[in-house]
């Protein structure tokens, strides 16, 4: 599971990149990134920080030049057609990026400009974006003297001021408080039914959720992508069952080494244990546990996080690159 | 090249000019503070030299020579001295520039072999202003002696031989009065417009790296000329207002004559301001540093300028190796246009040589710095 | 106290050797300024191009010419055949001076009379014009003492006249009228005062702007602990430079160092803390980079244009050498001559040591309460 399955798109997707490489000297910031994004999908970027999400969001808009690979995003290839593909996408950076000196009206009217924006049409985007960022009446103020929700709010209206077909949003959430995330969520889903591609990257899992789907990165590697159900039934590999026993020292003694049991851990004052589906039902488990004098209380099949799913996915990773 | 666009990117950049009244504020006084001081601070003439005297003999003769060297109006008498170890003292603390010594014996030397010598010594540091000094006091020395002459002459009632003289008739053209300021203040304004055309240019670039509005800016369709003519039309206009006001202080202010055409000194003007900008914007563009944008740009203008560009010593003077470098000083080029209006009248087509030296360093810079700009993070 | 400065001052060199760029920056202008204006830095004049109209063809006007040749100081780059010639070679930078010598000059001088000798100067720069002039006063008398004397052993029965006073000229501490000597302790002065005070001024500004100041102020620190640990490095730096063009100085250009090093030294320590103290008062005016730079450009100027280092202080007006009072530069560039050129020591040199120490201390103890102020605030 290194790489998602490929083949699973079609030609007329709104990003598409093969291979992805960066290098910097002797370190590989991104490492043979392949992934596709459907017209309308909003795909969550999910990694620690370092794990290269940044990097591929540049070589995707065209910032950062790949050591290898190719990617193509509104149908434009982004080496040979770059300026095409500047035409047709908006980005946010990781860093707030806006005019600090300039008021929210010359920011939009500065980037307004830049993409060309029908003279004709202005007055109304500009109306929507500062509604959207719910910036009314605010128009004339300083953007560097906005609080962080309001300004990550207004770099996303600057960014779709020209109507991009593509969206590509670094972190736009960090450092902004929950309620104004959520806000901000609302919005990319407002521009998806509208038919944007968006691509965004986080390190909060929770944001997650709120995406089409997920492409889990770490280390440079691209280790799972699917929607947050998928990856939530096939990430850990197996079923995760949940239990109440004890002694929880004589149980996790137990399961080490049984066929079917994948892995067991004690969480809590519980047990987590992900069986091979299948192999092992609910009354396997609790037989096997009783036959060793483990009280066990209750057994039952838990969904995991994708928090469980990252960890349990980056650790694999971690014990195949020891092995090999 | 998308007209729309380029507007915008100069209506933004004149935006933040205007936004920041400090920045604007010295980009606007500085020539003018800078005319006041350089204008009044760089000259040559030394109108009152510091000297000593010291009068061994102090006689009626050696009283009237001495008060000779007071008349003439070069010299300041700070001191009398009264011993070889007072003018010592005196050259060492750096209190006069020169000491003039009259032995004790003066009058009776002349009286009897109809010569005699005068010492003067010299602080010889200041090679330039010893020299200047020096050509004063032979000056006085001549009037001297022109008086002995006659007075000898008178006394045997005969020319001093029987053979005709030198009537040396010197004559300045361009400059008659040989005033330094005539020469240096057109130098100055060169100097100041290229310190201030680097320095507004020179963080343009660097300051939008810093505050990260470089990479959205990049991730737009705008190009590399867009952005550059964007950032550069509106420095190009504050830097002619600078010249502007420079170039009238010049005029009204400072009294240099100006004899040549207005619209030549328009023309070199807008190419030089062309060419600093422009170099300006290069250093940003390659250095994303400020610290360091500014650093280089401070290296490569202010010395140079005022060392290389022939502004304050004269170019056909230097080692050959660093005249070829002079080449490369785009101010030199400048300052011989600026100097020739100013003081020959020349034409545009007396010029051309310097004019033609500011086109190609304009064309080489703008190609260069539409180059040297990448849309790139890496 | 001095933990902290020392934490300081490590962090700060650890920044200076990650910038891989800055040594280069710092050391090789330096040097390469200092090899280039040593040079360039001459208002000898020598080998002036000169134009040459000889209206009379003769062996005394041949022999006049011949002067100015042999002088060294001319260079004879046309022979014009008209006034108009001449002028044009004026007109067109091909001749800074032109000597034009009337038909019938020969004649004159043999009969008694006064031959006129029209000499046209280009007087653009008028410091070069009035050289030039020197040496053609000084070439033509030597001229007359020669030919005339000659003529006149030939006419006898002439009675012998006085030969008047002679001006004894007696250049001390630069025999050779070298002007290297006057300029390269200049420019080694000029020199680390645009680097030192362009450095101190960003240091400030950039920790302000990149937002680690906020990060530094919020810590225990002292303001005086912390302005010690920004500036002592530039100060090394700075006598770093000193050593460094100095040795350039003595080794290359062969400028004679016959003073006491410890005077340099002390004078040099002074200077250095009088611009860093510079550095810091122009940081705590600045909100951004481009202040900074920008108030650098400004100040640094004049400081260097109004020291003494190619204009003599004498030449300004009165205010403006009031202004001059409150150069560090203008002391240094008195001591470094002085110790340089002069040999003279403390007991001329301490007035010139006392005022840059002066002014160090007022601009140190400004800029520490002005930052002291901004902290607070």
Not at chain 2, 160 to 172: E, K, M, N, W, Y
Request: hydrophobic share 50%; aromatic share 8%.
């Amino acid at each position: 599971m290194s790489a998602p399955p490929p083949g699973t798109g079609s030609a007329d997707d709104a990003v598409i990149a093969e291979g992805l490489t960066k290098r910097f000297g002797a370190f590989t910031a991104v490492d043979r990134v392949t992934l596709r994004i459907a017209r309308g999908e909003v795909m969550g970027f999910i990694g620690p920080n370092g794990a290269g999400k940044s990097t591929t969001i540049r070589m995707l808009c065209g910032l950062v030049e790949p050591s290898e690979g190719r990617a193509s995003v509104a149908g434009f290839d982004v080496g040979s057609q770059s300026q095409a593909v500047r035409e047709h996408i908006g980005y946010m950076s990781q860093k707030f990026s806006l005019y600090g000196d300039l008021t929210v009206r010359e920011n939009l009217r500065f980037f307004a400009g830049i993409y060309r924006v029908p003279a004709g049409e202005f007055a109304g985007r500009m109306r929507y974006a500062v509604s959207m960022a719910g910036l009314e009446g605010q128009e004339n103020t300083r953007v560097a003297t906005l609080a962080g929700g309001w300004k990550q709010r207004l770099a996303l209206g600057c960014a779709i001021l020209h109507h991009p077909p593509v969206l590509f949003l670094d972190e736009p959430t960090s450092g902004v408080e929950p309620e104004a995330r959520r806000r901000f969520w609302d919005l990319i889903h407002d521009l998806a039914a509208n038919g944007v591609t968006t691509l965004v990257s986080t390190h909060y899992m929770e944001e997650a959720e709120y995406c089409n789907r997920i492409a889990l990165i770490d280390r440079g590697k691209l280790i799972a992508s699917g929607s947050p159900g998928e990856l939530r039934q096939r990430g850990l590999g197996g079923v995760l069952y949940e239990l109440e026993c004890s002694p929880l020292g004589a149980a996790l003694e137990a399961l080490r080494g049984v066929p079917g049991i994948l892995e067991a851990a004690i969480f809590g004052d519980r047990l987590h244990v992900v069986a091979d589906s299948g192999a092992a039902g609910t009354a396997d488990l609790t037989g096997l546990l009783r036959g060793r004098g483990v009280a066990v209380g209750s057994i039952r099949p838990a969904l995991p996080t994708l928090e469980d799913v990252f960890v349990h996915l980056v650790a694999r990773g971690l014990e195949t690159r020891a092995v090999g | 090249m998308s007209p729309r666009r380029l507007f915008a990117m100069m209506y933004k950049e004149a935006l933040q000019i205007l936004r920041d009244p400090r920045s604007l504020a010295i980009a606007l006084v500085m020539p003018l503070m800078q005319m006041g001081l350089l204008g009044y601070g760089v000259s040559l003439d030394i109108k009152h030299v510091p000297i000593c005297v010291y009068d061994q003999e102090n006689s009626q003769l050696t009283r009237s020579i001495v008060s000779r060297f007071d008349a003439a109006g070069w010299f300041s008498i700070d001191r009398r001295l009264h011993s070889q170890a007072g003018v010592r003292h005196a050259i060492d603390a750096g209190e006069c520039i020169a000491a003039v010594v009259i032995p004790v014996d003066f009058s009776r030397t002349l009286a009897s072999t109809g010569a005699a010598s005068i010492q003067a010594v010299f602080d010889a540091t200041d090679v330039n202003t010893s020299n200047i000094a020096q050509g004063y006091l032979q000056g006085i020395v001549a009037g001297v002696n022109a008086e002995i002459e006659t007075r000898w002459s008178a006394a045997h009632g005969v020319r001093a031989s029987g053979v005709g003289r030198i009537d040396l008739q010197p004559g300045t053209w361009f400059n008659e009065t040989l005033d330094s300021r005539n020469f240096i203040i057109p130098g100055v304004v060169a100097v100041i417009l290229a310190l201030i055309g680097a320095q507004l240019t020179s963080l343009t670039v660097s300051r939008e790296w810093e505050r990260g509005t470089m990479e959205q800016l990049i991730s737009t369709p705008v190009t590399a000329l867009e952005v550059m003519l964007g950032k550069l039309i509106p420095y190009f206009v504050v830097g002619m207002i600078d010249a502007a006001v420079c170039l009238a202080l010049t005029v009204f202010w400072f009294d240099v004559p100006f004899r040549g055409n207005l619209l030549t000194l328009f023309a070199a003007t807008a190419l030089f301001s062309l060419v600093v900008l422009g170099i300006g914007y290069m250093i940003s563009v390659r250095i994303r540093s400020q610290l360091a944008a500014s650093q280089i740009a401070l290296l490569v203008t202010l010395l140079p300028t005022t060392l290389l560009s022939g502004y304050t010593f004269p170019i056909d003077q230097m080692p050959r190796v660093i005249q070829a470098i002079t080449l490369i000083v785009y101010p030199r080029y400048y300052v011989t246009i600026l100097r020739g209006i100013f003081l020959k009248a020349s034409t545009l087509f007396d010029l051309w040589q310097p004019l033609l030296g500011l086109v190609v360093f304009a064309i080489l810079i703008v190609w260069l710095a539409s180059r040297a700009f990448h849309k790139r993070l890496d | 106290m001095f933990g902290r400065v020392g934490v300081m001052l490590v962090k700060e060199l650890l920044q200076l050797r990650r910038d891989r760029t800055a040594m280069m920056r710092l050391i090789i202008p330096l040097v390469v300024q200092m090899l280039m204006f040593g040079y360039a830095a001459t208002f000898t004049v020598h080998h002036v191009p000169t134009t040459v109209l000889d209206l009379d063809r003769s062996a005394p006007s041949r022999g006049l010419v011949s002067h100015f040749v042999a002088s060294g100081r001319f260079d004879v780059v046309d022979e014009a055949q008209s006034q108009s010639q001449l002028q044009s070679d004026i007109d067109h930078n091909v001749a800074v001076v032109g000597i034009v010598i009337h038909a019938g000059f020969a004649r004159d001088l043999g009969s008694g009379k006064t031959a006129p000798l029209q000499v046209v100067v280009d007087g653009t720069n008028s410091n070069t014009a009035l050289i030039a002039l020197g040496y053609v006063n000084q070439i033509v008398a030597q001229f007359s003492a020669e030919e005339v004397a000659a003529l006149a052993r030939q006419a006898a029965g002439a009675a012998r006249a006085p030969s008047g006073v002679t001006l004894q000229v007696v250049p001390w501490f630069n025999p050779g009228l070298e002007d290297t000597w006057f300029f390269i302790p200049g420019i080694i002065g000029s020199l680390t005062l645009m680097q030192v005070v362009s450095l101190t001024a960003f240091a400030i500004v950039r920790e302000r702007e990149v937002g680690t100041l906020e990060q530094i102020l919020v810590s225990p620190i002292r303001s005086v602990e912390f302005i010690l640990g920004k500036t002592v490095p530039f100060f090394l730096i700075g006598l770093a430079d000193i050593a460094l063009v100095c040795a350039i100085g003595i080794l290359w250009f062969k400028v004679p160092f016959i003073g006491d090093p410890a005077v340099l030294l002390a004078g040099s320590a002074l200077f250095l803390l009088a611009v860093v103290g510079m550095g810091l008062l122009l940081s705590t005016y600045s909100h951004t980079q481009q202040q900074a730079f920008a108030l650098n450009f400004f100040f640094v100027n004049p400081f260097f244009i109004l020291s003494g280092f190619a204009f003599p202080i004498a030449a300004m007006p009165k205010v403006l050498q009031w202004f001059t009072l409150i150069n560090p530069l203008r002391y240094f560039l008195i001591v470094i001559r002085a110790v340089f050129l002069k040999g003279v020591g403390f007991s001329v040199l301490w007035p010139d040591l006392a005022a840059m120490a002066a002014l160090a201390l007022v601009m140190l103890a400004v800029s520490v309460s002005r930052f002291r102020a901004s902290m607070s605030s």
